[in-house]
């Protein structure tokens, strides 16, 4: 189980330079201004979508 915890960060910190270098790309290609804004306009609508969740409301 251990094991499956440490592959996993793996992938998480060896995957972060290749987000980063297509965010790069990205912000490139449409603006700093519009990428910020694109991709914060999905990190809103994902925890807008969580919080439709009824059990996710009522975790105590």
Known sequence: MIALK????LGSFALLPVSYFLIGLIADGIGGITTI??????G???VAS?????????FQ
């Open 6 to 9: 440490y592959l996993d960060l």
């Open 37 to 42: 804004t694109i991709f914060a306009s999905i």
């Open 44 to 46: 809103i609508a994902i």
């Open 50 to 58: 969580v919080l439709c969740v009824p059990a996710i409301r009522r």
